[in-house]
């Protein structure tokens, strides 16, 4: 089975900070990831999907990158709207979801 | 607007039984693939079953393999879970979500129902 590390669990940040997230596969995924956003009571929202493909209607401060086994997700200029639970998905085999990182307001 | 509406959850004793069903509105179902993926109560996700457009592939994981089953009824734009055998780490919110392929293979999710609350305690 594939493992997803998402680091860090939980991070605190300012309005117009950038936020950088980021996923480790214990095995090589290419570019088979995609990143969610989770709200408190809320289904999850496809953000990016293939690591840097950003999903219609999301906003480009949101973006990816990464293949094989090191992934990341920015987000520039953090807007009240960006505080949630984001979570990482690979979708090479099976599917597995990281652990999540809490986005808080510092 | 496309829409996965859920229902069937609720509480049940352990060695339960519980079907959920997920209802698409503004597409057709039948076009494609469609998973369960559950959360327990402050926890993160975890992908339970999938089932092709045509029911030809089913995919499950392995903590419900053999408890848990898939189905679909395309006419009706429904997919279904049933859930036999329910235990306490069962109870989790149940959320359906469409899969951009229709096949076999691996692809990611682009629309999620509202999530049903599914509770095993006696």
């Known amino acids: 089975d594939i493992q997803m590390t998402q680091s860090p669990s939980t991070l605190s940040a300012s309005i117009g900070d950038r936020v950088i997230i980021t996923c480790r596969a214990s095995q090589s995924i290419s570019g088979w990831l995609a990143w969610y956003q989770q709200k408190p009571g809320k289904a999850p929202k496809l953000l990016i999907s293939q690591a840097s493909s950003l999903e219609s209607g999301v906003t480009s401060r949101f973006s990816g990158s990464g293949s094989g086994t090191e992934f990341a997700l920015t987000i520039n200029s953090l807007q009240p709207d960006d505080f949630a639970t984001y979570y990482c998905q690979q979708y090479s085999s099976y599917y597995t979801f990281g652990g999540g990182t809490k986005v808080e307001i510092k | 607007e496309d829409q996965l509406v859920q229902s069937g959850g609720g509480l049940v004793e352990p060695g339960g039984s519980l079907r959920l069903s997920c209802v698409a509105s503004?597409?057709?179902?039948?076009?494609?693939?469609v998973n369960w993926v559950r959360q327990a109560p402050g926890k993160g996700l975890e992908w339970v079953s999938y089932i092709s457009g045509s029911s030809s592939y089913m995919y499950y994981a392995d903590s419900v393999r053999g408890r848990f089953t898939i189905s679909r009824d395309n006419p009706k734009n429904s997919v279904y879970l049933q859930m036999n055998s329910l235990r306490v780490g069962d109870t989790a919110v149940y959320y359906c979500?469409?899969?951009?392929?229709?096949?076999?293979?691996?692809?990611?999710?682009?629309?999620w129902g509202q999530g049903t609350l599914v509770t095993v305690s006696s």
């Open positions: 503004g597409f057709i179902m039948g076009s494609y693939g």
């Open positions: 979500a469409r899969s951009t392929g229709y096949s076999s293979g691996y692809y990611h999710f682009d629309n």
